[in-house]
């Protein structure tokens, strides 16, 4: 190799040397980064995967790179960076504490472990009592349903996400695929009972009205498979998942009992952190009672379509604080952190009594 060679590649090196020595401390800097991110969804109960705003990333950033022959060689290596700052909030949030109602195998356990996969999943008796255990900080969040497409909301905790102190951080979409559960060696013609919660028995109403059975409610799917396990009853039926047969040793006698192809439940994860709306939030979800005055509600509605608000839901439920006083869920698309989301506040201000903004996100996400 000649000497002007060998200076060539010398220098490369050196050039090389100083970069890798320059991008280690940028990687620190980044990875501290990283970990107040992780904080801040522990906080916050947010999931560690975040494909939309990786998306964001990857293409204002590749856009920075001028030569053509190495943007997708960027790509790729923002992808692995990517993949990298994951792994490592992953390992920071194991010790997370997420609470759900019910116990291994529940609808609302599948979805809470799918959110949050590397925390740890709290069972509870109860919806009230997984919600209380985030306000007592037991647990970092809770993993709540909120509504089915098929049975409608969930209206105790609509009732409690009202009247308590937490917020919601996100909504997820869990498909639900009912099954009919038995002992091993029951059948069909030995059935007398079938136990699961009433949202269940509800999702099943079609097919159960086909039976003569008895219908025995449970505090929630997995509960009442655990009992009809434990019981060793073949005259019980249980209505609950696959997961949840897996778990407690019953048999799937016939799968997909539920009414409706598309059976979903929106799952909501509550915290203790304040809403703060964010201009890239398209949707949200808020409260809000009326004045006593005519017109109040009508003036209300118009408030949000005057300002370029969709409305997806308007329900009224009863406030149990006065009789005959309703409030009102809202849930609406547009951003209410900029200029028309501060009017529509003020709109609405001068014809309602309570608001509470509860929930400012992006989108439903699919589980």
Not at 133 to 160: F, K
Not at 214 to 222: C, E, G, H, L, P
Not at 287 to 295: Q, R
Request: aromatic content about 8%; charged content about 25%; glycine content about 6%.
């Amino acid at each position: 190799m000649s000497d002007e060679n060998r200076t060539l590649l010398e220098e490369a090196r050196e050039t090389i040397n100083r970069v890798d020595r320059e991008m280690a401390r940028l990687f620190e800097e980044r990875m501290n980064a990283v970990r107040k991110v992780a904080e801040y969804k522990i906080k916050n109960g947010l999931p560690v995967l975040d494909p939309i705003r990786e998306q964001q990333v990857i293409e204002r950033n590749s856009a920075l790179i001028e030569d053509d022959e190495l943007r997708s060689y960027y790509i790729s290596f923002l992808n692995e960076s990517m993949a990298i700052s994951r792994k490592f909030q992953h390992r920071l949030m194991e010790g997370s504490r997420v609470a759900y109602s019910g116990v291994p195998g529940a609808f609302a356990h599948i979805a809470s472990s799918r959110i949050f996969p590397d925390s740890v999943c709290v069972p509870y008796g109860n919806f009230k009592a997984a919600y209380d255990s985030v306000i007592s900080s037991d647990c970092d969040c809770a993993v709540l349903p909120i509504e089915n497409s098929v049975n409608g909301d969930v209206t105790q905790v609509m009732d409690m996400a009202y009247s308590g102190n937490l917020y919601i951080s996100g909504v997820y979409e869990l498909g639900v695929e009912h099954c009919l559960l038995v002992l091993p060696g029951a059948s069909m013609d030995g059935i007398k009972t079938v136990i699961s919660h009433e949202q269940a028995l509800g999702q099943c109403s079609a097919y159960l009205s086909k039976t003569n059975w008895t219908q025995k409610t449970a505090v929630n799917t997995a509960i009442a498979a655990k009992e009809a396990a434990e019981a060793g009853d073949p005259s019980v039926a249980v209505i609950a998942s696959e997961e949840t047969a897996e778990l407690y040793g019953l048999c799937v006698l016939e799968r997909k009992i539920n009414e409706g192809a598309q059976n979903i439940t929106r799952f909501a994860v509550f915290t203790r952190e304040p809403v703060t709306p964010s201009p890239s939030n398209n949707r949200f979800i808020m409260f809000f009672t009326v004045k006593n005055e005519a017109g109040s509600l009508m003036h209300a509605v118009e408030a949000f379509g005057k300002n370029g608000f969709n409305l997806r839901a308007l329900k009224s439920r009863p406030t149990k604080e006065t009789n005959w006083e309703y409030y009102f869920y809202v849930e609406g698309e547009g951003t209410i952190a900029d200029k028309s989301g501060r009017r529509m506040l003020e709109d609405i201000e001068e014809v309602c009594g309570k608001i509470k903004i509860i929930a400012s996100f992006d989108r439903d996400v699919t589980l």
